[in-house]
């Protein structure tokens, strides 16, 4: 939660944490300012002291939204810095930031955050640690991160919007399958168009887009929508002129975020048009079993790796590659079970098996459970995936309901 | 051009280049890439070599379609990094880098590229630069950078894709324009929706979303329509709440990108509806003059900064302030004249005092024109904006058509 920031930097031994970039597409400083129209901002908290916000004086309305204290840049005008810096980009950048430290009285271990321009932020921050002996500037992974440990157990009114997040997402999800199954069907099985013309994963992938703009629903790191041997490979987005046919998988893993860079939400189903193959059937139970099994199981408070191992061992006793015994599979079940979900569509708690003890099922944490398994070479591919909330009280609350039918019935189409 | 990525690395004395990050929302990589749902990865060109791509093994489909090399992560599988760094995330990360810099054979001076989460990017190569003495890790501010440079001059082929986003653009603006004059008015000059209650900036903010979304431009950086006092903050995005009204001064900046972190296109109009307040058409009308003269005056390979002097001046004689003597002005002129356009809604050439001599009218590149003036105690606020490119020939086109109307006459009011 927001409130432990401090108790974070005080287990970190940080005197200070520094959020650089836009409000906007930069999870720490959306966290922090609650998003808006913010482009190349600083933003400093000093250990137990309110935050501070410094602008470009253009964008000090926008920045105000955010109720912190805010300064203008302005203050350094960079002419000034540029003639001090005799015309040195990087150094008047490392003069502005020097300037807005000793304003502020920031020394010691300095935490820094932010997703920005690598390049720009090496270059100023190894000038700034010349200038600023004082300071040492403290990076971190994200898995460990500050602001990934705050961010791990969220506030019900986070939760509430996640939520809404999913209701939008499963309208669309229900509107893609109406569409799909009210399509007519040709002779060798290919989906058309009312035009006549085949049905194209393009055309699916762009009625998707507009369902999802009609909600404020922002496909802001795309959507998975594949067909066939795409649809085993777990991050292949689905190729635009494919073809829709009945009887193939199709993996639809939809992750919309809130306008402006907000709350996401994160959802899977595979569907099979007008019936499945038999092995795919087959699969599909497997997935659909061990999906259950995970949820029947899950207890408050238990590291999220032990369903990762419980579903690699359910997965090797069908015959199937895991991560569990086979470095980087490239078949089978080829990654883990979860992850968190938050104004990062990837966060902690994470369960791979690498990921610490300390990334449990606690109450507050919103997770995605989803197993999957992918054969590409069979032109095949499975994933189920929902998000939950482990509630205060202990109880995983599924954050929006969606049906789990692998078989899509068509209406004007019959085996 | 692309093909200058060598002779800018020769220039800069580095020996190789890493971009690190996604495909998409990250320039250089997205450059490199042409896009695709490729996230953490890593790309290694050494000078005068083709570029290696590193990605992880589930999206090594994705990562293909960029016709680049590829190899995976899997190659130094993460388990195994984990054991061999005790644990220590930053370590892992790091042994990872130093495996794949050693396959490669890289050393050197190592240009750092990408947009990318700062703090793990940061204690990644603070460690790795202990493990490689033998390299140096090269940070540029992005306005100096190697991809900013090679990125300033466009192929035909990019100019082609702004213009058909500024083609998507004009037909957005042109039916929020229709749809606006199209609505009735209240007694007090208040617009009305079909239901007769107020049209807010908020209803015209979501039909733009929509009007955008059937075309596939993404306001990936949000768009900004505001009115009145907000539209005298250049960077006010405006207020969803406020009611749409006649005679305030309405200003509509527009910049959608290509879908999956594509090219850009910035545009700008600025609107009274029904009638303008005198005072209001005059400040217009000198922002329109400033346009007009400026066009007309651009020459090839004048460094760009030249027309934000001739600007300030004609601004300074009709009595406003500008940044030319005042730093940081908060009314009259405030900004710049115009920035590149391209991957970045901000990019080469700038037109800032500070911006070097070699940001020039060169053959090639993509440019915004975009004076305005800024009064948010009067309520009122200007800007004129289209995007040119300057041909090979020397002469500046247009990349977008629209009227420069400042008064939109209502369909279903008279004054």
Redesign the interface.
């Known amino acids: 939660m927001k409130y432990d920031i401090d108790a974070l930097m005080q287990a970190k031994n940080l005197d200070a944490i520094v959020v ?2 836009s409000a ?2 930069n999870p720490p400083m959306y966290y922090m300012t609650g998003g ?2 913010v ?1 190349a901002a600083t933003l400093i908290k000093k250990r137990g002291e309110k935050a501070v916000l410094y602008c ?7 920045a105000a939204k955010s109720g912190l204290t805010i300064r ?3 203050e350094y ?4 810095l ?1 003639k001090d810096a005799n ?1 040195d ?2 150094l008047m ?1 490392a003069l502005r930031m020097q300037r807005i430290f000793n304003t502020l009285g920031v020394k010691g271990r300095v ?16 000038r700034l640690q010349k200038l600023m002996p004082e300071v040492e ?9 500050l602001f990934n440990q705050a961010m791990e157990t969220k506030s019900e009114e986070e939760v509430a919007r996640i939520r809404e997040m999913g209701k939008h997402t499963t309208e669309v999800v229900r509107l893609t399958a109406e569409f799909l199954t009210s399509c007519d069907v040709r002779d060798d099985e290919v989906l058309l168009k009312k035009d006549g013309s085949p049905l194209t994963i393009g055309d699916v992938k ?1 009625k998707i ?2 369902w ?3 909600r ?1 629903a922002v496909p ?3 959507f ?1 929508f594949s067909i066939g041997r ?1 649809a085993g ?5 689905g190729n635009p002129t494919d073809l829709m046919r009945l009887g193939q998988t199709i993996v639809f893993d939809i992750y919309p975020q809130e ?2 860079g907000g709350y996401f939400y994160d959802f899977t189903r595979t569907w099979s048009l007008g019936y499945a193959m038999p092995e795919a059937q087959e699969l599909y139970d497997q997935v659909q079993e061990i999906y259950d099994k995970v949820l029947e199981n899950m207890d408050l408070n238990v590291p999220f790796k032990e369903y990762q191992r419980m579903t690699c061992e359910y997965f090797e006793s069908k015959g199937h590659k895991t ?1 569990m015994n086979t ?2 599979p ?1 078949e089978g079940y ?2 883990s079970l979860g992850h968190g979900v938050g104004i990062n569509i990837h966060e902690r708690p994470f369960s ?3 990921a610490s003890d300390d990334q449990r099922l606690a109450p507050g944490v919103v997770i995605t459970v989803e197993p999957g398994l992918y054969y590409p070479e069979k032109g095949m591919g499975f994933r189920i995936e929902d998000t939950y909330w482990v509630r205060p009280d202990g109880k995983m609350e599924l954050l929006a309901d969606y049906p789990y039918d692998f078989v899509l019935e068509m209406k004007k189409w019959k085996k």
């Not at 470009?56 to 926008?62: I, V």
């Not at 321009?117 to 921050?125: G, H, I, P, R």
């Not at 500037?137 to 991160?145: A, I, M, N, P």
């Not at 490979?233 to 987005?237: A, D, I, K, T």
């Open positions: 650089i970039g906007e597409n808006g129209h482009s470009n004086d253009m964008e000090r309305d926008e203008l840049y302005g005008p960079l002419l000034e540029f015309g980009g990087v950048m935490g820094l955050y932010g997703h920005e321009d690598v390049s720009a932020t090496f270059a100023t921050l190894s500037f403290v990076g971190e992974t994200r898995e460990e991160s762009q887009n507009l999802l703009a009609e404020d802001s790191e795309g998975i795409d490979v777990p991050h292949s987005m306008r402006g991560p470095p980087a490239q080829v990654h791979g098996f690498q």
